[in-house]
């Protein structure tokens, strides 16, 4: 479908979309913890039907020196509304955005997307910095 | 019963089912993500009764270079409409099927079929190229 | 209560309940995978009181050669109907008669007991052949 | 409060709640295996306040020589209803007498206060003989 | 805002909070053993919109010598009340001032916040004594 | 299946059962009110396969003269045990045996019985004394 | 799509399908009573598309002289398996085949199909005989 | 049991606990409006095997002048703690109590008691002073 | 905000919408029965805040002549993706949209919004041909 | 307490909170329809003890010429965070002040407040100004 965005300017577009997310200074910075954000309201597009796609985003990372401000991070989410971008790719590209803004000790996105055709898909990916951080145990 | 697809038949038909499977290249190969997938309206045919099974496939896999396609792997999951095969054995056959296109790091399929005479079973099976790579940690 | 089977009788009553088990070949004996099975409407009577007793009995086990046939596994535990048998003894007397037939390389049977004076029981218990297998983990 | 028992007259109640509890042969002791026991209906009295505490009371344990019977331990549960003591306590002293009576391998007492205040509290403990057993996995 | 705290009020807030908690003598420090406090009806203010902040923080810790009084915690949290602290903030600030207050073996603190703009955040902080002990196994 | 209780064996073992209910005096004659009890562990065995069938059975009723006295109630339960009787039978005859000892205002059997070969089936059925009374609100 | 049956196939089926039909007579007849009968495993194929539809029928009836018996129903639903229907269509000639089959005094049939295209309908179709009796109440 | 408190002290016991009952005037006389209380930690005594009984209490009603205060009708339910007395009395009992106190517009008490012997009951009991007032619509 | 369409454009809009619709004739006209559509992806634009809202629309109908293809519908919601209208406003005109097409004997709209601010709002409208139809009982 | 708020200053405050309220024109005044509005994180001060008080509040109404602006009325429900007031009256003076606001054809208030002491309340109060319309019936 020709009014859907190409790969080419998708890549384009996530150099924007990164433009949006602002940070603050971790207060904390010389304990290792977790922050979890859930984002429920994430859509896109598909770019093979031109169909919007729905989904929840959950970000956990431990900080390095900066955190993600949420209202930035709502907006930079807010971007995808009309771009066609694949299951896979958009999860891969939100944890690229976040690493690059924050460069966190570790971090994990989780894209849980709703059915399509009766089937449902979920991309988990994850980064950090050197070796794996001991994760914090949630009991 | 003599109007089932006996195991030879069931051989062959594994070999029409797999061709209806499509992938695409996968757009981040150099990091080890975890995809999930459930299928949760699959229906075969028991071998012995003839009467009809349902269950819920969920497939769960680190890509090398393919991902699965997924309109593709709804349409190889309805095949099994009206072939007779036990639930061992499909959930194995589902799991050779997606190794021999997708050739990935790591792969569960996971097959829950709902009670059948009160009784209801799940099978897992799990496949890994090498060594078993370190799973990702869903927190 | 002089109505009730001994602990005598119960030792010949496993051995004819352990004949009503059918098996059929494993198709994968090449890979280690896992078969769960549940069945919820298990019942007994308590030996002491007399009284029946209600539970769910959940199968997990790691096939061999052998895999157990459904409908005479629903035969098995039917047979417990009427037979006066503790907890703790026919969750270990159902381990041994299906580890008996199959030889599995692991298994696990698990029984979860409805209250009894307020008080509700589960009793877990566990075989394996020569050492415990890399379990498979369940995502 | 002067109507209320103190931490003396505590020590004393505890050995005679302790008489309540009764045993039996464990049939099976050359195996390791978990019995789980919930009790929802547990209530004492706070020493401080004099008003009653409610809770479950989860124990789950690994047999040696001997196991618990049930009906002994609703009576033994009952003896607290109308002393007063306090949550940490309460969890280590059932801890505590269980522990002499039955000579487990391993066991683990789980209690879970309803709120006060809006605020609710679980106390977990666990005595080990020698060595922690390697526990039974729940799947 | 001005009429809003700011970090340096924020600081010294936070010592006239600590001086709010109790401790009492833990009666089995011999033992290792868990301790959950769930407080549902946490509320603060955000210092940039003004707005209240609505949430649940779990607290566990393995206490050494000193157990934190219940009602002393509840008048600990509602300090908080009319308070300007930024999430993370107060999150690593209660483990300070637990921390400070009981020296327990091991302590964490899961603060669990209510959506704002759709967003929902969780932050979780650990701290140990020296190296970290063997936590309780929940079952 | 000549071993199962033929209908006509059934009547008789209904006025056996029947025999089986106690009552005790209704203590608030003057006031209509509600009594409902709910029996989760029936079971009877099915005439025409002879393979048992499970269910919970809800009684409620606006008493006259009398109350059904519960353990009479559960012996009455486990009297079907095993006995040949299909679903809208024992849901009726359970209605007539309890309207015919308690003879109370208003009446209803809710028999809900779990599924077999995947379908499952309720049976509901009411009795009043002369006109059907207001029934009280549950709100 | 040619290979599908065409609407006035549809009709022949149906009355193929009726066939399978098989009563029991009341034995309670002279009492107005509810019986409900849920049907989880329903599929049929769209029309329009090819696609398989998945849903759960419940049936509601107050019987006259006669009650559909469940295997023969079972077999009634599982030859919709690979007939080319639509959701209301469907739904109106089950109820038109069962009150056809049973003349009952009251009929309800309540179609719950699964999401397409993330969109989920439900159909519910009533039948009585002259006026609508007083149904019963399910408390 | 001669231990336990006859029905002779029960009503003086009665007299006792609607002592403790305190009430507050209704600030909106002239509006008919609903007040739903729940107590979930109520408990008694079976008179008849001295065990304890657990269950809530549901008071809902229409104050005319006066509405009870809570902390007196927690004391006056922990009144009844070690009190002997069945369950369709109590409900009654408590209903005649607040009714006696308050004097509401209309009242209902709902008692859910928890299983005995596997069976569980619920009591609902309801008064008005005149006519039934249009109750309010719970949308 | 300018860049959003004003209330005038919106009329225009809704008129473009209302064409995306299609209709199917009702093959069952003689019979009074309902239709429930749940569309759970349903998202528009905020006019006052250019925020994005998300909602679920349930639409539930008696047909007369004309039912509604679910495609065109999924189209038809689809088009108010980057639409500005509020909550009320949307909801009664999706009801006029429907009525305008199907004309049916009974229509209802309930949208329930997902929370801003943390208040969530649900609106409900409902039409009728002449008198109101006596609604189907969903049991 | 005397720094609590007495019901003097509480009228003056109502006055004063009532005046946060703002309302738009209802775009739909021809046609009955609902607008429930609920309001998860109201919390108060008890006028007895100064301890938080914490609740949701639910209103439901059906307009007349205005509906109330959703970011004044949660503006309206934080005024009363720091002001003591009782349940019921907080309840009735909220129906007060958006009857006073709206005149609405109908309304309703429902606040479900958190338990204190084990027990919880939920207060109901309506509002209708002449005779209460036929409210929509939700399915
Ligand atoms: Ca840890
Ligand atoms: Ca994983
Ligand atoms: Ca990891
Ligand atoms: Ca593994
Ligand atoms: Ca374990
Ligand atoms: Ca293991
Ligand atoms: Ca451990
Ligand atoms: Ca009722
Ligand atoms: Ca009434
Ligand atoms: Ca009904
Ligand atoms: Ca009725
Ligand atoms: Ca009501
Ligand atoms: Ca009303
Ligand atoms: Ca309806
Ligand atoms: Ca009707
Ligand atoms: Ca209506």
Redesign the pocket.
């Known amino acids: 479908n020709s009014s859907l965005p190409n790969q080419e300017e998708n890549r384009t577009v996530s150099e924007e979309n990164r433009g949006l997310l602002e940070t603050f200074e971790n207060q904390h910075p010389n304990r290792d913890y977790e922050i979890e954000i859930s984002v429920p309201e994430f859509t896109s597009v598909c770019p093979k039907t031109g169909q919007p796609d729905f989904g929840t985003i959950h970000i956990t990372y431990i900080p390095e020196a900066l955190c993600v401000e949420l209202k930035s991070l709502k907006m930079y989410m807010q971007a995808y509304r009309n771009q066609g971008i694949f299951y896979e790719n958009v999860t891969n590209v939100i944890l690229n955005d976040l690493v690059e803004c924050l460069q966190p000790r570790?971090m994990?996105v989780r894209a849980e997307f709703t059915p399509r055709g009766g089937i449902s898909s979920t991309i988990t990916v994850?980064h950090?910095s050197e070796t794996?951080p001991d994760?914090l145990t949630v009991i």
């Open positions: 570790w994990q994850e950090y794996p994760e």
